[in-house]
Every structure is written in structure tokens, then in C-alpha cells.
T-cell receptor, first 114, second 113 residues
Framework: DAKTTQPPSMDCAEGRAANLPCNHS???????VYWYRQIHSQGPQYIIH???NNETNEMASLIITEDRKSSTLILPHATLRDTAVYYC???????????????FGQGTELSVKP | EAGVTQFPSHSVIEKGQTVTLRCDPI?????LYWYRRVMGKEIKFLLH????????ESGMPNNRFLAERTGGTYSTLKVQPAELEDSGVYFC???????????FGNGTRLTVT
């Protein structure tokens, strides 16, 4: 079973920031938080990941709470092309020998509206 | 670089028939994974190859599914005989190292009638 909880759906206005929450209250100390998204008819696409510190890349920012029990993915200026299902996944990543064995939940269906 | 390529993009077969799905990973990626999403369910891990060796096949649903990766390049996933509940989208992913982020293909949509 997935170790994360996400709202099933969210709306966002085009050009505004999209803030997608994720709860992972049972995360262990050496597990990373990964975000992937799936645009309709495509395969999942990696967005960002982090362990403790906040992370930013060209696609998004990841804010992880100090207790690491929740996180927020931020798309700073959402566009219509960001409409997708967003998956928050916890995984041992580079610290585990099961890197790549991701457990997907239901994700959040983000609809960006004009 | 070319991405992960899957063939065919769609396949419609009758119950009891055999289907073979193919995945070409990104060149140089030793790790290859198969995932699938069946109707209404989450995306589930099936198995993981490191080069030509099966590292983890704990997600394979039953012995009707056979995955191979001869030569450590492309991989095939054969379903024989196909059942109605096998309908869904089969994704392949690859990574250079097992802790790298995964690069997914666009999947093969399998419909068993």
C-alpha cells in the first residue's frame, strides 16, 4: 500500500501557483519524498525529490516540513500543460537496494484552468 | 537522447491469446522496470532487471506473465494466455543506476476482450 495520502483532485488558475499537499506521517528517517506526474496518455514523469531540505529545480519546488511528516509540491506558475495526476511517493532511493520500486498511490488530479 | 520506447502503443486481443510487449530502454541504462495499471487501480510494480538478470520479480501477478531481457538491452513481457483482468496500461521504465530517477515510456494499452 502507498505510504502517502493526497487529495484526489485540485483546481488551479493558469498563471497562479499550484500547491499540492502530501501526508507521509509514517516516513522513516532514510526515506526520500519523490514527486512524479502523469499527463494523460503519457508515462509518469519525474519532477523532484528531497530528503530533509527544501528543493527547487526548473520544474517545481518541494517544501518538506521539519518533522518530515508532510510536504508540498509547488508549481510556481501553472500552465494548462501542467494538468496531470501528481504522485507523491516515499522511497529509500539511493539509500536502499530497492531503488526504482516505486509504490504509487491514487495521486492528485490537478486541473489548471484558463 | 532518445527516451524509453514501447511497442505497440495499443493492442487488442481475445481472451486466451498471447501478446508480447516490447520495451527499449534509454541507451546505457542497465536498470529496466515493468509497471502496470489495471482498470481503476494504482500503478503497480511488476519487476526489475539489472542488465539481463531479474533483480526483483515480486510484483509479477502469476505464471502467465514472462519477462525477458536477453543481452541486457531491450525487454519483452509476454502474457500467455491473456485473461480479461490483464487489460490495462503496461509501462516500462529505465534508469542508469538503481537509485537514479526513473524514465518511463508512454506505455502499451492492452485490451483483452
Amino acid at each position: 500500500d502507498a505510504k502517502t495520502t493526497q487529495p484526489p483532485s485540485m483546481d488551479c488558475a493558469e498563471g497562479r501557483a499550484a500547491n499540492l499537499p502530501c501526508n507521509h506521517s509514517t516516513i522513516s528517517g532514510n526515506e526520500y519524498v519523490y514527486w512524479y506526474r502523469q499527463i494523460h496518455s503519457q508515462g509518469p514523469q519525474y519532477i523532484i525529490h528531497g530528503l530533509k531540505n527544501n528543493e527547487t529545480n526548473e520544474m517545481a519546488s518541494l517544501i518538506i516540513t521539519e518533522d518530515r511528516k508532510s510536504s508540498t509540491l509547488i508549481l510556481p506558475h501553472a500552465t494548462l500543460r501542467d494538468t496531470a495526476v501528481y504522485y507523491c511517493i516515499v522511497s529509500l532511493g539511493s539509500l536502499g537496494n530497492q531503488g526504482g520500486k516505486l509504490i504509487f498511490g491514487q495521486g492528485t488530479e490537478l486541473s489548471v484552468k484558463p | 537522447e532518445a527516451g524509453v520506447t514501447q511497442f505497440p502503443s495499443h493492442s487488442v486481443i481475445e481472451k486466451g491469446q498471447t501478446v508480447t510487449l516490447r520495451c527499449d530502454p534509454i541507451s546505457g541504462h542497465d536498470n529496466l522496470y515493468w509497471y502496470r495499471r489495471v482498470m481503476g487501480k494504482e500503478i503497480k510494480f511488476l519487476l526489475h532487471f539489472v542488465k539481463e538478470s531479474k533483480q526483483d520479480e515480486s510484483g509479477m501477478p502469476n505464471n502467465r506473465f514472462l519477462a525477458e531481457r536477453t543481452g541486457g538491452t531491450y525487454s519483452t513481457l509476454k502474457v500467455q494466455p491473456a485473461e480479461l483482468e490483464d487489460s490495462g496500461v503496461y509501462f516500462c521504465a529505465s534508469s542508469r543506476d538503481r537509485w537514479d530517477t526513473l524514465h518511463f515510456g508512454n506505455g502499451t494499452r492492452l485490451t483483452v476482450t
